[in-house]
């Protein structure tokens, strides 16, 4: 069974940063894409970003403004998401996800939450202003 853990999520002051981990222990990100999500109170699960760490490609959501950058370690079997100059409406619910093939700009358009096949738990961003 595939397992993807969020973990870095927390409480920030608006201007701030974090780093979000995605981590997937015995689970091999060849044949996959790594995605973050995000779901605000009352919002439908948006896609933030994607990546296919060995093949160098991203994608983001257009609505990011260039702060969010994803990355990953292969070696780690971890995705990263780094925000910066975070803002109020960043607060959400953040979750990581697989889904088989290349990330694409498709896996990160509305409704790209169909085509993920794996899921984490979540990891919460709080961003006061």
């Known amino acids: 069974e595939v397992q993807l853990v969020e973990s870095g999520g927390g409480l920030v002051q608006a201007g701030g940063s974090l780093r979000l981990s995605c981590a997937a222990p015995?689970?091999?990100?060849?044949?996959?894409?790594i995605g973050w999500f995000r779901q605000a109170p009352g919002k439908e699960r948006e896609a933030v970003s994607c990546i296919s760490g060995r093949a160098g490609i991203t994608y983001y959501a257009d609505s990011l403004e260039g702060r969010f950058t994803i990355s990953s370690d292969n070696a780690k079997n971890t995705v990263y998401l780094q925000m910066n100059n975070l803002k109020p409406e960043d607060t959400a619910e953040y979750y990581c996800a697989a889904a088989r093939g290349l990330c694409s700009p498709y896996l990160v358009h509305s409704g790209a939450y169909y085509s993920y096949d794996y899921w984490g738990q979540g990891t919460q961003v709080i961003v006061s202003s």
């Open positions: 015995g689970f091999s990100f060849d044949d996959y894409a």
